[in-house]
């Protein structure tokens, strides 16, 4: 009997801890008992919106989310973004900052009965205590529409404020209704810096992160973290910690990890040339396709791959200059950029070099046009300086018009093409997209001539 009275004080201890640690109804008690066998990316998640680690673009001083995060206003909304960029963190610091309920969800192991056993406890809490409550779901675009549907009603009744949490750009890879329903908030890959600082945050801090181990962690090892981390935050740290618990202590017992640790533990070689010859090579990659030398794109491509480069870099200067120095003056080129970047992905090394080595000779040896980009320069310059602009009355949308709009011409009542003005008035004469002469262009040259001095094409009965 005395042991059994023991064992009901020290519940009642544990409690007591948890509710002045902020436990919440979403977090087990044994999860907080366990709180130092967590990883370390775990223990090192920001608490409140002052700790918080980049997008400033969205959290930021005076931004809208935080106000409404500091005013409780907040409704529903979608976080998407790259891993390891603070989306679920946020939702915590949320769940935090406004003391409202908090249940996490994961779209790959939870189901329509799982979300309507949140919605009836949201309802009960709401209108007994009057207690919000956040459901967090992550991985939200796996949710198939049958799934996502069941919660269109909480979400509007404000039974449940729903926080997406995705990898993927929702307005394609989720349902339309769930979409507009909620706010879109998009996060950005984390800065070096900002890693830097947290990686050197967590070397020191005795509390959450590794201040109890003698570490010692060299500027070289740090920043190899740091680079191998792609802005994945998480990765990072979880590198970090893998190098310290599997290196051995030296005899004075200090654990030092260098740049040889770091790339074992990053699983990531180092680049084996310093930043500015980096830098260096890419430019003269990118200046060899714009400049028609496919022996010398191939070049440095294989000096940046065999130099540690991620070859995903490489992809992406060459889709940019399939537009940039290609463009329309051989469309293909853009085709096969992406085609050979979509085929290294499936493959991988060193097979995946094949199509990768492809397209860069595609585009080398392709005619070049720089009229693409001119007219992307050109039309952004225009747009910010005017935007006080109208649509021509007969271009509008008629779907929500009660009168009936006259004046528009059907192109095909014309065969295909019939001369019309889209522009706005004081736009009419601006021309921002100028074809060259290369290639597939001089066509689109000759076809522009042929329709400007064709007289007008009678409308076909």
Request: glycine share 6%.
């Amino acid at each position: 009997m005395r042991s059994a009275c023991l064992f009901q004080i020290s519940i009642i201890d544990l409690l007591t801890c948890a509710c002045a640690l902020g436990y919440n109804r979403s977090m087990d008690l044994f999860d907080l008992i366990n709180k130092d066998k967590a990883p370390l990316a775990e223990r090192m998640r920001p608490k409140t919106l002052d700790d918080f680690v980049g997008q400033s673009h969205i959290v930021g001083k005076n931004s809208l989310l935080r106000r409404a995060i500091l005013t409780d206003s907040l409704g529903s909304c979608i976080f998407y973004g790259a891993p390891g960029c603070g989306k679920t963190t946020l939702a915590n610091i949320i769940a935090n900052t406004t003391h409202s309920n908090f249940v996490k969800l994961n779209a790959v192991s939870s189901g329509i009965s799982d979300a309507k056993k949140v919605i009836e406890d949201a309802k009960l809490e709401k209108e007994r205590y009057g207690i919000k409550t956040y459901l967090l779901l992550d991985e939200c675009h796996r949710w198939n529409k049958a799934q996502s549907d069941c919660m269109l009603e909480a979400i509007e009744k404000g039974d449940i404020i729903f926080i997406g949490s995705t990898t993927e750009n929702p307005f394609v890879s989720m349902t339309r209704a769930i979409v507009s329903r909620c706010r879109i908030f998009e996060f950005k890959p984390l800065s070096d810096d900002d890693i830097k600082k947290t990686l050197i945050k967590a070397i020191g801090d005795k509390e959450n992160g590794l201040g109890d181990y003698n570490l010692k962690v060299s500027d070289e090892a740090i920043n190899h973290f740091v680079w191998a981390s792609d802005g994945d935050l998480r990765n990072a740290l979880n590198a970090l910690e893998l190098a310290c618990l599997s290196t051995e202590a030296d005899k004075d017992g200090v654990i030092n990890v260098d740049l040889t640790v770091a790339e074992q533990s990053a699983q990531k070689k180092s680049m084996s040339i310093d930043e500015s010859m980096y830098y260096d090579m890419i430019s003269a990659f990118c200046k060899s396709l714009r400049g028609s030398d496919s022996d010398a794109a191939l070049y440095w491509a294989e000096r940046l791959i065999q130099a540690g480069c991620d070859p995903m870099l490489i992809f992406r200067r060459l889709i940019v200059h399939s537009s940039e120095d290609v463009g329309m003056a051989d469309p293909q080129a853009l085709v096969v950029a992406v085609s050979a970047m979509t085929a290294f992905q499936n493959i991988g090394l060193p097979e995946g070099k094949i199509p990768m080595f492809n397209a860069i000779i595609y585009v080398c040896e392709a005619p070049k046009s720089n009229s693409v980009v001119e007219a992307k320069y050109a039309v952004e310059r225009i747009v910010s300086e005017k935007k006080d602009d109208v649509v021509p009355v007969y271009l509008r949308d008629t779907n929500y018009k009660a009168q009936k709009i006259q004046g528009y011409k059907y192109p095909h009542d014309y065969g295909g093409w019939v001369e019309q003005q889209y522009l706005p008035d004081s736009l009419k004469d601006e021309k921002f997209y100028k074809p060259s002469t290369n290639g597939f262009e001089k066509y689109l040259i000759r076809a522009k001539e042929i329709k400007a001095n064709k007289p007008e094409n009678k409308k076909r009965n």
